[in-house]
């Protein structure tokens, strides 16, 4: 059975600042997706990643997939309050989304 | 992607009613997924549900408590039956696509219905 497990689940974290947030998954999965949900509010699709290796950016936010340590990371430079949601990771399990617990971000002026 | 609405945005019921959610697609899809999100929690796939075939339930969830249709490509309903307040969640329905350039797919999400029941 998938399991998939984030870090942290809760971060506070200044404007200007970098950090990463993690999604480990238990079994061999060949996409992995990124989601952000605001508060009260739907799931936007932020990435997919579908190879070992592949990294993806959009603006401040950069994903990466290590499928051999069965790891992504989502990272955030230069955090602005506007990133300020809940991100999860999703992994697919044959065409199923097995879903991380989600990582709340507070970014603080 | 896709725009996904679904009817009610929100309600709230009393313990032993029905409630049936709808979920529109503005185009056609084959697969559609419907989700319980709990308050503060992450996701949990409740079934699948695919045009022209019986929904498949995922363990912890049975046909009788959480009966789906999905009478053609662009529309579903999930009803609620008798409802308790544990089922107090909101409810999202999600359907996949294949992204621009055919190299995945991915799913979109409706707007959620907010259940509470008293």
């Known amino acids: 059975e998938l399991k998939v497990e984030q870090n942290p689940l809760f971060l506070s974290m200044q404007e200007g600042k970098n950090y990463t947030i993690y999604c480990n998954y238990s079994?061999?999965?060949?996409?992995l997706y990124w989601y952000r949900q605001d508060p009260g509010k739907s799931l936007e699709s932020l990435f997919v990643?579908?190879?070992n290796g592949a990294v993806k950016q959009e603006g401040r936010l950069m994903a990466s997939l290590d499928t051999k340590a069965r790891l992504s990371t989502l990272h955030i430079t230069a955090a602005v309050h506007d990133l300020s949601a809940t991100y999860f990771c999703?992994?697919?399990?044959?065409?199923?989304?097995?879903w991380g617990l989600g990582t709340s971000l507070a970014v603080n002026p | 992607s896709a725009v996904i609405s679904q009817k009610p945005s929100r309600d709230i019921c009393q313990r032993g009613t029905s409630l049936t959610i709808q979920c529109q697609v503005d185009?056609?899809?084959?697969?559609m997924f419907w989700y319980r999100q709990q308050p503060g929690q992450s996701l949990t796939l409740i079934a699948t549900?695919?045009?022209?075939?019986?929904?498949?339930?995922e363990s912890g969830f049975v046909i009788d408590k959480f009966p789906i249709s999905r009478p053609n490509l662009t529309f579903s309903t999930l009803t609620v039956s008798n409802m308790s307040p544990e089922d107090s969640s909101i409810y999202l329905c999600?359907?996949?696509?294949?992204?621009?350039?055919?190299?995945?797919?991915?799913?979109?999400f409706g707007p959620g219905t907010r259940l509470t029941v008293t």
């Open positions: 990643l579908l190879s």
């Open positions: 999703a992994v697919d399990e044959s065409r199923k989304l097995i």
């Open positions: 185009s056609q899809v084959t697969m």
């Open positions: 079994t061999t999965s060949d996409r």
């Open positions: 549900a695919n045009q022209g075939s019986e929904a498949t339930y």
């Open positions: 999600s359907v996949e696509l294949g992204r621009v350039g055919g190299d995945s797919y991915e799913q979109y």
